[in-house]
């Protein structure tokens, strides 16, 4: 399917001036050197040279460095995208605890897999690891970086001003926007808001009158009781292949399963990131104070199983080894001596356990509770939930709903997801529809101006 038709509706010709050519260029400014912003940059300047017309694209960066976190991303590596070979629905819309429903239609028009072949074609080898994630294979940020920045000094259009903070943003009658920094004023025909989480981007926002989701943590590891001085306070380092985690608040029962680390003060791992994602309002507006409930064998028929090797082992003492039914790989013996431990059983034979005494340890290992005592960040992502309500942008091109000629991409959207690349995609994909979209948006006030001229 052609891109053009993701673009926005441009008006009919109804007048013969209509065929006259526009000679000044067209103008653009992208806030925020970010990825969803210089992807935004290369995309319209590759429709502007496809079309034949004249651009000025400016990216105005507040640092003195642009990309900062392409180049920080998994640990320096890049975690560029998620797996682009499996099915956008489900499996890759529901990795977005907000807003996979908006980005249904971008991500059918504009797949994946074509972003990843963008990179392969722009000088990034790509590999995909054994848990989904992507990333070049030199294992460095840098050739992620050096795609965007070499795409992007390719084009004469697009300049990047870095240490040029923007001020403020006003609306133009009949259309464009005067942008001001600490040194200068300038006026564009189009913006792309691309300031990611920061609260600057926030309020140029609400000066236009746009809503704010309150903007809150998403994507972090939890400290835990348990883990400092309760049932699980021996077991640092210890990793877990395959648990389900379940949070609760009143009628809502969020679950989410994975591996999980247990660390020197609480819990960590794709299981907890993914409920710290889910989750994220619901445990901020608790303070981050709840309980969790881990199945650790949550793929087993565990009752039927371990009742089957109770009566086949009566001889046996109930510490002396994990019971092979379970399999090591999920519970290992340390952790089986702290659910023992955690129920009060002796080291007693099997035969001498209770029945009252083998439903706890049922419980124990299949809804162990875990308490939340506060948060720690996610070194890997910074991650925020919240941002421009998804009400107030049109999906189609990226432009407000409130002002034409604005537009909005990346992490100022109320758009998170959780870790395997699926933030970094979420950018790639609203900056090339911006892009598009502003391209269209050109066409449409060339239509007007014309049709004011003749």
Known sequence: MLLSSFAPRTLQKTSNNFSKTRLHSHTCAIIGGGPSGYYAAISLAERLTLEGKKGEITIYEGTG???????????????????????????ILSSYPRGSRELTGPMSLIPPSSILTWFNTHGVD????????????????ETVINSLTSAASSHPSITVQLKTPVISLKPISPHGYTLSTKTSQKTYDTIILATGSSRFGYTLLSSLNHTIIPP???????NCHEVKTGD???????????????????????????????THTG???????????????????????????????????????????????RKRKIRSATPDCLGVSKISKRLWNALLDSIDVKDKLWSEISNKEFNKLITQLTQFEINTVSKN?????????????LKEVNFKNME?????????????????????????????????IAGEGVGGYFREIDYVDDEEEG
């Open 65 to 91: 460095k642009t990309l900062q976190k392409v180049r920080i991303s998994g640990g320096g590596r890049c975690n560029l995208l998620p797996d682009t070979s499996k099915p956008v629905r489900p499996n």
């Open 126 to 141: 790509t590999k995909v690891e054994s848990d989904g994630r992507t990333f070049p294979i030199s294992d460095s940020s």
């Open 216 to 222: 809150l943590p998403s994507l972090f590891t939890m």
């Open 232 to 262: 699980l306070k021996d077991l640092a380092g210890s990793s877990l292949s395959n648990v389900e985690v379940t949070f609760g608040v009143g009628k809502k029962k969020l679950k989410t399963n994975g591996p999980m680390l247990i």
């Open 267 to 313: 819990l960590s791992g794709p299981a907890i990131l993914k409920m710290s994602a889910y989750a994220a309002r619901e445990l901020w507006e608790m303070k981050y104070i709840s309980v969790l409930k881990i199945n650790f064998v949550h793929d087993l028929d565990v009752e039927s199983l371990l009742g089957d090797y109770k009566l086949k082992n």
């Open 377 to 389: 960040t996610n070194k890997d992502e910074f991650v925020t939930a919240g941002g421009l309500d």
């Open 400 to 432: 407000s709903k409130l002002h034409k000629g604005l537009f909005i991409v990346g992490e100022c959207l109320d758009v998170d997801a959780v870790t395997g690349g699926f933030n970094f995609l979420n950018c790639w994909v609203t900056g090339k």
